[in-house]
């Protein structure tokens, strides 16, 4: 079982940054992939960013490439993603995701993103 923990979600000016974090509470962090989601009411739970564990491959969504950019800390069993450049419809609740090498997975309880323009 992994325990997933979002902090830094909160409310900013569009054009400006945010940095959330996911901590995890597995061992042998660096044995699950990770990805960021983000979810509006009323629609589905979409992909935002992904990166394995090694943290040598990333991906992303279209619409945040190049202002997005995930990253991890195995030694502390932490997940990021850098926020810049936030526009309006990046407004969501941003969740942590872990994946394991066995098909399991695990969600964070979310953080809310407000950006206002």
């Known amino acids: 079982q992994v325990q997933l923990a979002e902090f830094g979600g909160k409310s900013v000016q569009a054009g400006g940054s945010l940095r959330l974090s996911c901590g995890a509470s597995a061992r042998a962090f660096s044995r699950y992939a990770m990805a960021w989601f983000r979810q509006v009411p009323g629609k589905e739970r979409e992909f935002v960013a992904g990166i394995s564990g090694s943290g040598g491959t990333t991906e992303y969504e279209d619409s945040v490439k190049g202002r997005f950019t995930i990253s991890r800390d195995n030694a502390k069993n932490m997940v990021f993603l850098q926020m810049n450049s936030l526009k309006a419809e990046d407004t969501a609740v941003y969740y942590c995701?872990?994946?394991?090498?066995?098909?399991?997975?695990?969600w964070g309880q979310g953080t809310q993103v407000t950006v206002s323009s």
């Open positions: 995701k872990a994946n394991s090498r066995g098909g399991n997975y695990y």
